[in-house]
């Protein structure tokens, strides 16, 4: 028996023994919902969940979550006062009571035992630690991306999770639906001959800053928590547009308060199917160059990666193509597939537009129960962020980088090894 079920079985025991106790003194009518009889499962098979940092995104997600019949949201942290407000009512409206709880601190929630799993939507300055800290604190993650902000980072996230053996899920649904796996699995067999060259969309490839704004009133903190919103960010004044998690800039792809450019925010969707198609899951592309307005990289067993914004097919965001020696494949978010040879569309299966995350937290709920490896666990998710972080100091740079994925240091290059980490707001760092 696994410490998981132990710990779940020592949980069920305890709660019966409770349970029994007021039997005994108090007539005890039990709802069927308790029971499973409404079609959601029965107390002691449910997955108990946490929310940390549920914005936008976040409340997709944990829509995805609260379809499952499996799953009991029971807190919610944010620094925002509104966004507690707002997903405690989406909670409570949802079971018909008033049991979810609020928190400002993430600590709190984490201290909670009864706390199997948590979402974790915070900013992106927030991702990478959040998910070490709920590792620790005996929790499994399903994090959005990017889930690191640097190379080190990315190294030690990976390293946490083998540690504590808590399971990891990056939010790259992608890797969940029919078309992009489709589209892998024709290159990862051979159908497309000797893969030579894959190409993704990082909508963007221009290396921001989060920037200093002009000061303005901090609000109260129980309205917004300035200080805990920052985290393990460098200190700067209160400006309401570092609030803001995305925005489009022309010429640059998504950015943000705390974004890390197009090729991390969205190149990590792209790039990570890229990895996928090339069976490097366990790797980086070791060469990296910016090249007019692409930049080009190399993987160890010689394959070209390409990042472009431009000269796709009509397929959809997200697009990713795949090219070998005997056919090419396309694919985008409309799940569409377009390839070199009708023959290699053959079998393709359902067409699902759109990228919803629901089979990716569905894999990941399965993960919790068995203790198996997601399809985008922390090793996964480790290297993709190599190669797109990588890529930004490539960028940033605006020159050539050797990488080497085995030592994890550029090749006799100091300025770029200085660019690996970043040092991290006291008491944040880990």
């Known amino acids: 028996m696994s410490k998981r079920q132990m710990h779940l079985n020592r949980r069920r025991f305890l709660k019966t023994v409770v349970q029994a106790g007021a039997v005994l003194t108090v007539p005890h009518i039990i709802p069927g919902a308790a029971l499973g009889k409404d079609g959601r499962a ?8 946490g929310g940390i940092g549920i ?19 029971v807190a919610v942290c944010d620094v925002r006062a509104e966004r507690r407000k707002a997903i405690k009512e989406l909670a409570d409206v949802t079971y018909g009571n008033q049991d979810c709880a609020t928190y400002i601190d993430m600590k709190e929630l984490l201290a909670r035992r009864d706390i199997d799993a948590v979402l974790i939507a915070t900013g992106p300055n927030w991702h990478g630690t959040a998910a070490m800290l709920a590792a620790q604190a005996g929790k499994d993650v399903y994090c959005e991306k990017p889930c690191t902000r640097s190379i080190a980072q990315s190294l030690m996230l990976a390293q946490v999770f083998r540690r504590t053996g808590r399971v990891f899920q990056a939010g790259t649904q992608r890797r969940s639906l029919p078309n992009f796996a489709y589209a892998a699995e024709l290159a990862r067999s051979g159908k497309l001959g000797k893969l030579h060259t894959l190409h993704a969309h990082p909508m963007g490839l221009k290396t921001v800053s989060s920037g200093w704004l002009p000061a303005e ?55 990570d199917l890229c990895q996928w198609a090339n069976n490097a899951d366990d790797t980086a592309p070791v060469e990296y160059e910016p090249t007019g307005n692409q930049l080009h990289a190399r993987y160890p067993n010689g394959v070209k990666l390409v990042l472009r914004n431009d000269g796709w097919l009509p397929l959809g965001s997200c697009p990713v193509r795949y090219e070998g020696d005997k056919g090419w494949v396309e694919t985008g978010d409309d799940a569409e597939i377009a390839a070199s040879s009708p023959a290699l569309l053959a079998g393709k299966g359902v067409k699902i537009p759109g990228y919803p995350a629901d089979f990716h937290i569905r894999n990941f709920l399965d993960c919790v129960k068995t203790r198996a490896q997601t399809r985008a666990n922390a090793d996964v998710a480790c290297y993709a962020h190599i190669a797109c972080h990588a890529a930004n100091i490539a960028l940033f740079l605006g020159r050539k980088v050797n990488y080497d994925p085995v030592k994890h240091e550029f090749l006799g290059d100091a300025e770029a090894n200085r660019l690996r980490s970043e040092a991290l707001r006291e008491p944040w760092r880990l």
């Open 42 to 49: 029965a107390p002691s098979e449910r997955i108990i969940l």
């Open 55 to 73: 914005g936008n995104r976040g409340r997709y997600d944990l829509g995805c979550f609260l379809h499952e019949p499996d799953v009991q949201f």
């Open 217 to 271: 009133p901090e609000p109260p903190k129980e309205d917004v928590n300035w200080d805990m919103y920052l985290g393990p960010a460098a200190w700067r004044p209160f400006n309401r547009q570092l609030l803001n998690a995305f925005h489009f800039e022309k010429g640059g792809g998504m950015v943000g308060g705390f974004g890390g450019g197009g090729c991390l925010e969205w190149g990590s969707h792209c790039v």
